[in-house]
């Protein structure tokens, strides 16, 4: 068979391979682990058992020997051999020489080694032909005879398990072996073998099994036959693909040395290579390949047990087994199978019968063995081989080896997939293997990953994800480079479209792009997260850009692959986003998945990358909330505090870097400003040299530049040039940074390099600083000439030029020719890579020797399987997760979308809730109450609702607006279940949350959905529930009769049309509302009250805060009219439906608000000294405006505010006086209507003595409030309660500031009385003329009753004016005119209060005050006022003939005892008026007011008590000596002449009845003088000074002007 006969192709396997490959793995795997806990010998039971035959096995193996001779004979070539193969006989049964070994079973030469060719050595010379001579004895054929020896030597067999195991083989070995056999022939041998495999004949209880095994290994895949039809050779090749596998996985497969692996794995790689075999040759090849290495690499486990804990020494043993194990699989379809152990390169002689002159169908290999089978050893293989085999693969990947087409490079893919899938985390612990998959292996990966050949993606990425779940503790930079590149791919290049029904504020936490990739706004290279710059992953092959939808989509695959792990996002989160040196990469990758979860990604990858992406974000969550009550494990780990510090100064140098970039003198300022550099050059020095996020140009143009010269010394001195040539030196140094381009940047660079390296290199071929100078000079100009793509086509530099650059200018000598040679050989051979500027092989194999390089300094990647940095980890990547879950829930249809969305969000919030992120928690709750439908600043319209009560045994339900909305929309009403479930145990975390719950509580509450808040609590306000909407109608469909026809529901229609009333809900409606109300019950709102009832202080504050946000500015106009009725009061359709726009609104809502707070800041001493200050100043804002506001509201919040001024009083919240104003200050009309309340809260205040009851007490509005509601019916009684408490209470209310208006509002209540005069007089007509029965007691009714108590309060103040007088320090006539005028102005007005009970009351305390022994002092001004201010306008006011009017009987008798008591009254004081220049004046207004009274034409009772009182008066002046004839005493003459010239005029006749003159009258006068003597001795006796008196102006200001007049 030719060369080009050669069957050599690669092949294009199956994807579905991968699938099978895996299930293998996973059933190998379960083996192993059953076999592991089955026996001591785990390597070899988990291979297949053979099979047990009901045949003789002597008789098969006979059978199949006589089968594959026969064949042969039909051959032409060994047509004319013996009948020795069939009749077992010996075919030389003359024996010329000593024995040949050959000929004795299980001696030590029965078989012969394996030569170089593959082919066993018999010592036959010459070829056999057809025929031998005529008249010859013919010598039988070497093929031929095997078997013919092997029948003699199994005649004698009893037991085909004690055979010699190569001597059973030998026969069909050579067949397999012989160039010259057909494929037929070749097909039987090896279809007998895997017979005797099977069935067991060649076991391991088998003579020299081991050696057996290995020949076989090595004869079939060394196989050769003649060519003839290719179904038939590839039958063949099929076989022995069948039996590499058989023997890998039989009981002999561990016993193969690495040798004999390698030429297996060599040859079935080769088969799917060959370019000429079938597709299902090629596909069956792979298949085997996949299966053979499942089995090697789970044979690196079963090492690595054997090993223990010595695992160094197993590699150290595999390092020094190397030699000889050496695989060169055919892969360019032109070469023939290559042996092992032949020179690379060599081909294999062809398999066909090209010589056909070939004498010989065995080649000799030399004499036979000389060993026994005890000196035969056999290693069995181990990591050398696998070394081998997984290089070969890796290096099958490689992109720039033009030989390998990619559907090689697949098959390499998958079968190194299975590897990683066996075996990867022991590749990862061997250096062996573990340095391939670090190197080559992750570079050809990331490369491929590139290509538009979608097997190739697919295949790549599926390994690289493989790869990085096994391996990746060794893989930490090149895992950042890998998910860098499909985060750049994968992240879509558009802004998320706006919806028409999703707010833009529900996704705003979505990134637009990757950290790692986006521009500052000044400079597009500097400042980013990733520190892999754009340019140099696109040096490594790893720049984003637009890749087709399948592309995409199987990347998302990787993806979501890589977080299915349960500790990868941790991972990335603690190595990659905690490390200052590395990207953010699980902030990217959630950003990635969060944007690509949107249904809009669809349109630039395919239908399924959005649901992948979401599947792969919940997983996230998911394993988050599944490590919540995991017990924290820390050991070995990163410290909390340590990474928290790291991440804020990767915040910050980031920061600075940008800075840096943008002007490098701030951002280094900035950077010494956050303690990330010192104030040294050499710290500085070192970190631009060490980050990768400073521009490297920037940092060539600052370094270089004039005045930073420390800098740039600084910078120098990090590197290490001894031992290196100066292009070495030079090539180390520019790799740093960019060289600026302008001259003298560069030579100051230059200068300084060669001052540094001449000093610290040690080289004594630069003998002077110019010449290091000059040679850095012309080195940097030959790397230009030689790699400058504007040179095209000219002629380049060569040596002779360079040297000649270069002569005399080392210290005046010639650089060394070998030393300049080495440095243009280096040059021209590997170009200086300036960073960020070239692309070509040079800097991909530059960047990715610096990202080995950074490996070491890197460290291994930390695995975390632990939730310690899980708070940290969910506070950073929470924004993207929550906004994505928002948008999809809002535009998913499928409720299988809805149910994994509502448990994400539940997650999430059980997340942010246990580890405190208030933020998220508070987002978390705002998108979902965007979702309910009921978080709108637009307030429900409660005008229609109807109270339907749907049957007997069940609650009424209210249908509104609200509720058949919410209840028509299923989405919403499973956004309101999340979002309260949310809510329920969180209520300590939320912050700005509440206002979004609590705007939808006050929904559902006007709405009559749920109760108040604190029900329970209501006790402590002693308040009647808030008042809601009066429904507009109320239904009750449980009682109306089962009549439900037509002409039923129309005469319903028409007779509501015909009232006006509403329509009556209909069935839907009242369903949706049903809905709604198992909704909201569902919700266990309850519970989230009492959870809110006891919080702590200061979680109640973001609470109380979010309440009082709710107040509207201006309420008139922000909430409609809601008409509160009285309960009795059947509800108008009509008068509801007429918006009272001219007055204020009723806002129940709002009442819902300040009642909550109310309650809450009173809970405790902490919440109100917490809570009260915000809660009070919203409450006042109504106070103060109350005329805006509703009484209801009005009420209520004065109420609240009295109620928390007496729990803080020990605090500034509420001020008593501003709160009393503001309340003082309510239009009268308002106050009337909330007097009930405000009362009830005034009351509270003052029911105990102490501090703040005298505040209130004493405060003018205090009492403004009190006179404005005494007068309403319903207020009065409590005001009254309040003044009787206030005046008789222990100790008294009653001081100096509130003495007067507690007078006065007593005499307001006496006045009131007055009604009793009427029910006084109409009895009294009824009983005149009759005898008098008992007479009704006017206090029976209760003003009356009022009324007298009020009068003996203020007589009883009377006792408290000694004690008022000494508290004040006033002045004596300030004093007097302070305490005791208001309560002698007081009793006078009521001395003519129509009611005779109050006026009889009034008149005696008037007198008996008016005699009291206190009242008078030294001062003449205090008391003599009681004459003008007290006495006198009594008496007129009686006069007065309104006054007189209204009680007619009554009124004379307190006209007559009204002068009785002005005469007693002058009587009583005369002593002292005596000594005062102003009696005069004073006696003639009483003669005057005595003229008035007896000319008033009341009758004889008047006309008879005047004179009698008057009559004493002049007698006891007479007999005083005040009042004598001027013959007596010339000094009174002018009160003598005055007093009679007034009393003459209407009673001129009483002058000469007292005649005063006379003796008898004198001697009478001074006995009634002594007798009014008697009775003041019982005072103290005062000596006032004679004043003129004055005439003092009250309120009423008439009475004293009406005496000066009559004067």
């Not at 059973?168 to 050579?174: A, I, R, S, V």
């Not at 069995?380 to 990619?406: A, I, N, T």
């Not at 506070?875 to 969305?901: H, N």
């Amino acid at each position: 068979m030719s060369q080009d006969e050669q069957i050599t192709t690669t092949m294009e396997p199956e994807l579905a391979l991968e699938s099978s490959s895996s299930g293998i793995t996973h059933q190998i795997a379960l083996q192993t682990t059953v076999v592991d806990h089955c026996g001591p010998t785990p390597n070899t039971q988990y291979r297949s058992r053979p099979v047990a035959v009901a045949v003789d096995p002597v008789s098969l193996v006979i059978s199949e020997c006589i089968s594959v001779t026969s064949a042969m004979r039909k051959h032409a070539r060994w047509a004319g051999s013996s009948v020795s193969s069939i009749l077992g006989g010996n075919p030389n049964p003359i024996q010329l020489g000593p024995p040949s070994p050959l000929l004795r079973p299980g001696s030590k030469g029965s078989t012969t080694s394996m030569g170089a060719d593959g082919a066993q050595d018999f010592g036959i010379a010459n070829r056999w032909g057809l025929r031998g001579k005529k008249g010859k004895s013919m010598q039988d054929n070497p093929l031929m005879a095997g078997f013919g020896r092997l029948r003699h030597e199994l005649s004698s067999c009893k037991d085909i398990h004690d055979f010699d195991a190569p001597a059973l083989l030998n026969p069909f070995l050579q067949v397999i072996q012989a160039s010259s056999t057909s494929a037929p022939i070749t097909i039987l041998a090896l279809k007998a073998i895997r017979k005797f495999l099977s069935y067991g004949f060649i076991s391991p209880s088998s003579p020299r099994f081991p050696l057996a095994m290995q020949s076989l290994s090595t004869a079939i895949t060394h196989c050769r036959f003649e060519a003839s039809d290719s179904a038939q050779d590839e039958v063949v090749l099929l076989m022995i693909l069948h039996l590499m596998e058989d023997m890998l996985s039989g009981p002999g497969g561990a016993l193969l040395s690495d040798e004999s692996v390698c030429e297996m794995m060599e040859t079935g790689l080769t088969m799917c290579c060959q370019s000429r075999l079938s597709e299902l040759l090629r596909r069956t090849a792979e298949a085997a390949m996949v299966r053979m290495c499942q089995i090697i690499f789970e044979h690196l486990k079963h090492l690595e047990v054997e090993a223990g804990d010595d695992l160094e020494a197993l590699d150290n043993q595999a390092n020094g087994d190397m030699e000889g194990v050496k695989m060169v699989p055919s892969t360019n379809g032109n070469d023939v199978i290559a042996s092992s152990d032949a020179p690379v390169g060599e081909p294999r002689e062809s398999t066909g019968s090209e010589n056909p002159s070939d004498d010989t169908d065995v080649k000799s290999t030399g004499e036979p063995s000389e060993f026994d089978d005890d000196s035969v050893q056999i290693k069995p293989y181990s990591l050398p081989s696998m070394k081998e085999l997984f290089r070969v693969l890796v290096d099958l990947l490689d992109p720039h080896d033009k030989q390998q087409g990619d559907t090689m490079r697949v098959m390499a893919l998958r079968i190194i997939h299975v590897a990683l899938e066996v075996a990867g985390p022991s590749i990862a612990r061997h250096p062996a293997l573990a340095v391939v998959a670090e190197d080559r292996l992750c570079r050809h990966l990331f490369q491929l990953v590139r290509s538009d050949n979608m097997a190739i993606l697919q295949e790549s990425l599926i390994v690289a994800g493989t790869l990085l779940e096994t391996c990746r503790g060794v893989l930490k930079l090149q895992q950042e480079l890998f998910l860098s590149y499909l985060i750049a791919c994968l992240h879509p290049p558009v802004e998320i479209p706006r919806e028409a029904n999703i707010d833009p504020s529900l996704y705003d936490g979505i990134p637009q792009r990757p950290s790692g990739v986006k521009p500052p706004p000044s400079q597009a290279s500097s400042g980013r997260s990733t520190p892999v710059p754009v340019k140099d992953r696109q040096k490594l092959g790893m720049e984003g850009g637009a890749r087709k939808p399948d592309a995409r989509q199987a990347m998302v695959e990787s993806v979501g692959a890589l977080t299915r792990m349960p500790t990868f996002l941790v991972e990335l989160f603690v190595n990659y986003d905690s490390d200052a040196n590395r990207g953010n990469l699980c902030e990217d990758m959630i950003g990635l998945l969060s944007r690509s979860a949107l249904p809009d990604s669809a349109t630039w990858s395919t239908t399924s990358v959005p649901p992948l992406c979401l599947d792969a974000l919940l997983g996230f969550v998911q394993s988050i909330a599944d490590r919540l009550d995991n017990a924290p494990a820390s050991d070995g780990l990163p410290d909390q505090a340590v990474l928290r510090e790291e991440r804020r100064r990767k915040k910050t140098i980031v920061k600075g870097a940008t800075k840096f970039n943008e002007k490098p003198k701030e951002g280094l300022g900035y950077l010494r400003e956050q303690g990330v550099i010192g104030n040294d050059a050499v710290s500085a020095a070192k970190f631009l040299r060490s980050t990768s996020r400073v521009s490297k140009a920037v940092l060539g143009e600052f370094i270089s530049k004039r005045g930073n010269d420390e800098y740039l010394e600084a910078f120098l001195d990090l590197f290490d040039f001894s031992g290196k040539r100066v292009d070495q030196a030079v090539r180390l140094l520019l790799e740093s940074f960019r060289l600026p381009g302008e001259s003298p940047l560069i030579e100051r660079i230059v200068t300084c390099f060669a001052k540094k390296y001449f000093a610290t290199s040690g080289s004594d071929v630069v003998l002077s600083e110019d010449a290091v100078f000059i040679l850095t000079y012309a080195i940097i100009m030959l790397n230009v000439d030689q790699h400058s793509p504007k040179l095209k086509g000219q002629k380049r530099m060569e040596l002779v030029d360079f040297a000649r650059n270069l002569r005399g200018v080392n210290a005046s000598k010639d650089f060394p020719p070998e030393y300049l040679e080495m440095t243009y050989e280096a040059i021209k051979s590997d170009e200086i890579i300036l960073p960020d500027e070239h692309d070509n092989k040079h800097a991909f194999d530059y960047a990715w020797r610096e990202m080995l390089l950074k490996t070491e300094s890197a460290g291994p990647l930390v695995l975390c399987d632990t939730n310690i940095y899980d708070a940290d980890m969910f506070a950073t990547t929470w924004k993207p997760i929550v906004s994505t879950l928002s948008y999809v829930f809002m535009s998913a249809t499928d409720d299988a979308v809805f149910s994994r969305v509502v448990t994400g969000f539940d997650q999430c919030a059980q997340i942010a809730s246990r580890y405190g992120i208030t933020e998220a928690l508070d987002r978390i709750i705002q998108n979902l109450s965007y979702m309910t439908t009921l978080d709108t600043i637009r307030p429900s319209d409660t005008a229609l609702n109807t109270e339907v009560k749907v049957s007997d045994d069940s609650d009424s339900v209210m249908v509104s607006e609200l509720a058949v909305k919410l209840g028509r929309d299923f989405k919403a009403q499973l956004a309101t279940l999340v979002l309260f479930r949310v809510v329920k145990g969180s209520e300590r975390v939320i912050g700005s949350g509440w206002q979004h719950i609590i705007r939808i509580w006050l929904k559902l509450f006007i709405n009559s959905l749920v109760p108040s808040f604190f029900s329970k609590n209501h006790e402590k306000l002693k308040l009647p529930k808030i008042p809601l909407r009066t429904p507009t109608q109320v239904i009750d469909r449980a009682a109306k009769t089962a009549d439900t026809g037509l002409f039923s529901a129309l005469s319903s229609y028409i007779s509501s049309y015909a009232a006006d009333d509403p329509p009556e809900p209909s069935a839907e409606e009242v369903e949706s509302s049903l809905a709604t109300a198992d909704c909201i019950k569902a919700c266990d709102l309850e519970s989230v009250f009492t959870n809110i009832s006891t919080l702590p202080a200061n979680s109640l504050l973001p609470f109380i805060e979010a309440l009082l946000s709710e107040l509207p500015d201006d309420e008139s106009s922000a909430v409609p009219v809601i008409t509160v009725k009285p309960e009795s009061v059947p509800s108008s359709p009509a008068s509801a439906s007429k918006p009272a726009s001219q007055r204020p609104t009723y806002d129940p809502a709002v009442v819902y608000i300040l009642e909550t707070c109310t309650i809450l800041a009173m809970r405790d001493d902490e919440t109100v000294e917490l809570l009260g200050k915000p809660i009070t100043e919203a409450i006042q804002m109504i106070l103060r405006d109350s005329a805006q506001h509703h009484p209801v509201l009005v009420s209520r919040a004065a109420l609240y505010q009295f109620s928390i001024l007496k729990v803080s009083y020990d605090h500034d919240f509420v001020r008593p006086p501003v709160l009393l104003h503001s309340v003082s200050s309510f239009p009268k009309e308002m106050l009337a209507k909330t007097s009930q309340l405000v009362l009830q809260g005034l009351k509270l205040c003052i029911d105990e003595p102490g501090p703040l009851r005298s505040e209130i007490m004493t405060s003018p509005d205090f009492w403004v409030i009190l006179r404005t509601l005494a007068g309403s019916a319903n207020a009065s009684p409590i005001v009254f309660e309040i003044l009787e408490g206030g005046v008789s209470g222990s100790p008294s209310a009653i001081i100096a500031d509130n003495y007067e208006a507690a007078i006065a509002l007593l005499n307001e209540y006496a006045t009131a009385a007055k009604i009793g005069a009427a029910v006084e007089q109409k009895g009294e007509r009824r009983q005149r003329n009759v005898r008098p029965a008992k007479k009704e007691a006017s206090s029976d009714n209760v003003v009356v009753s009022r009324g007298v108590k009020a009068v003996d309060l203020i007589f009883s103040m009377t006792d408290r004016i000694p004690h008022l007088m000494k508290q004040s320090h006033l002045e004596n006539s300030e004093a007097w005119s302070a305490y005791w005028l208001p309560i002698f102005q007081a009793l006078t007005a009521q001395c003519t209060n129509p009611c005779r009970e109050v006026r009889s009351l009034a008149f005696s305390s008037l007198q008996r005050s008016l005699l009291s022994p206190g009242l008078s002092c030294s001062d003449h001004e205090e008391w003599t006022a009681i004459f003008g201010e007290v006495l006198f306008p009594l008496i007129l006011r009686l006069l007065k003939p309104e006054v007189y009017s209204s009680d007619r009987d009554g009124m004379s008798e307190t006209r007559v005892q009204a002068a009785s008591l002005l005469c007693k009254t002058f009587l009583h004081y005369l002593v002292l008026l005596s000594k005062w220049d102003g009696m005069l004046d004073l006696w003639l207004k009483i003669i005057d007011i005595m003229d008035r009274l007896m000319n008033s034409g009341q009758g004889d009772s008047l006309e008879e008590a005047v004179p009698e009182n008057l009559k004493n008066v002049l007698l006891f002046m007479s007999s005083s000596g005040y009042l004598v004839p001027p013959s007596k005493d010339p000094s009174q003459e002018n009160l003598w002449v005055e007093t009679w010239k007034r009393i003459d005029r209407f009673l001129p006749d009483l002058r000469s009845e007292l005649a005063l003159e006379e003796p008898e009258i004198i001697q009478e006068a001074r006995q009634l003088q002594a007798e009014a003597r008697t009775e003041t001795e019982a005072g103290p006796q005062p000596q006032p000074e004679p004043e003129v008196v004055q005439q003092p102006t009250d309120e009423k200001g008439t009475n004293g002007e009406e005496v000066a007049g009559e004067s």
